[in-house]
Nanobody, 122 residues
Framework: VQLVESGGGTVQAGGSLRLSCAGS????????MAWFRQAPGRQREAVAT??????????DSLKARFTISTDHSWGTRGTLFLQMNRLKPEDTAMYYC???????????????WGQGTQVTVS
């Protein structure tokens, strides 16, 4: 399993970013995918998750501004996205994508993780 995030960067408050996570080495459409984030000195927290049937779930505080989606065919490659709008300084964090068997926002349920992409909102 390989997960590689991209799309992070520095953006002004109120701006938007679209994160991508390229997945390979597993049947992309057969597992749940999720985004998490971790700011310095804080615990990793859930952002959003998407089930194999496209059902989504978000952290309550983020669902009005963030959208999770996937782009895949039934194969061993696909891409997970996170569209982030109206960004705030408190959204500054390292953002990670994860893959796992369960549709949940619990980080411990995800065995596979990417290396992360940094988002900084000034």
């Amino acid at each position: 399993v390989q997960l590689v995030e991209s799309g992070g960067g520095t953006v002004q408050a109120g701006g938007s970013l679209r994160l991508s996570c390229a997945g390979s080495g597993f049947t992309f459409g057969a597992v749940c995918m999720a985004w998490f984030r971790q700011a310095p000195g804080r615990q990793r927290e859930a952002v959003a998750t998407i089930d194999v049937d496209g059902t989504t779930r978000y952290a309550d505080s983020l669902k009005a501004r963030f959208t999770i989606s996937t782009d895949h065919s039934w194969g061993t490659r696909g891409t997970l996205f996170l569209q982030m709008n109206r960004l705030k300084p408190e959204d500054t964090a390292m953002y990670y994508c994860a893959a796992g068997p369960n549709f949940t926002l619990r980080p411990s349920a995800y065995p596979s993780w990417g290396q992360g992409t940094q988002v900084t909102v000034s």
